[in-house]
T-cell receptor, first 115, second 114 residues
Framework: GAGVSQSPSNKVTEKGKDVELRCDPI?????LYWYRQSLGQGLEFLIY????????KSGLPSDRFSAERTGGSVSTLTIQRTQQEDSAVYLC?????????????FGPGTRLLVL | AQSVSQHNHHVILSEAASLELGCNYS??????LFWYVQYPGQHLQLLLK??????LVKGIKGFEAEFIKSKFSFNLRKPSVQWSDTAEYFC????????????FGKGTKLSVKP
């Protein structure tokens, strides 16, 4: 079946602009995760959704970052007033119910470059 | 706080060599451990996971990992690597609580020379 998809695959933006990154999880998966992968930092957790609710936003690095999920499906990660340090690959993952034992299925990522 | 460390940043091996990648964790609760792999140009995917029972866990493509509680380790092994094993390998632990978000190690890049 279809896996997790993300769009765009690449995004180049100028410092100070806003960007929106989209994630389509596997159908039927209630849990959705956003991570960021950057050089030297590895993979960092950003935010977790269970259905449309975000019980854990602890990983969002600043108030410029926000995310929402609608219809228990598609999620959008928005970065306002982008900075060069926001350059990274943004990964989305989904799992069936969000339990610890479940496998997370990752998308291909969005590579963001802030000039 | 939970943490995981991978000591090898880049490992270079010839085909047929044996592989062991180190992973150490610091975790206060029930131990759940994961290895994920990212092949060049592909998505991050699960290689294997440990939750309970037999501390020797077998995963895909001939990989295995052994949970050693006394050493806080979960090293990844493969007796004979192939060129197609060239990838980046990540060890991970749950962040805590009942939800599934993970804390990842910084990754080990494996290059296998044909």
């Amino acid at each position: 079946g279809a896996g997790v998809s993300q769009s765009p695959s690449n995004k180049v933006t100028e410092k100070g602009k806003d960007v929106e990154l989209r994630c389509d999880p596997i159908s039927g998966h209630t849990a959705l995760y956003w991570y960021r992968q950057s050089l030297g930092q590895g993979l960092e957790f950003l935010i977790y959704f269970q259905g449309n609710s975000a019980p854990d936003k602890s990983g969002l690095p600043s108030d410029r970052f926000s995310a929402e999920r609608t219809g228990g499906s598609v999620s959008t990660l928005t970065i306002q007033r982008t900075q060069q340090e926001d350059s990274a690959v943004y990964l989305c993952a989904s799992s069936l119910g969000g339990r610890v034992i479940e496998t997370q299925y990752f998308g291909p990522g969005t590579r963001l470059l802030v000039l | 706080a939970q943490s995981v460390s991978q000591h090898n940043h880049h490992v270079i091996l010839s085909e047929a060599a044996s592989l062991e990648l180190g992973c150490n964790y610091s975790y206060g609760g029930t131990v759940n451990l994961f290895w994920y792999v990212q092949y060049p140009g592909q998505h991050l995917q699960l290689l294997l996971k440990y939750f309970s029972g037999d501390p020797l866990v077998k995963g895909i493509k001939g990989f295995e990992a052994e949970f050693i509680k006394s050493k806080f380790s979960f090293n990844l092994r493969k007796p004979s690597v192939q060129w197609s094993d060239t990838a980046e390998y990540f060890c991970a632990v749950p962040a805590g609580g009942s939800q599934g978000n993970l804390i990842f190690g910084k990754g080990t890049k494996l290059s296998v020379k044909p």
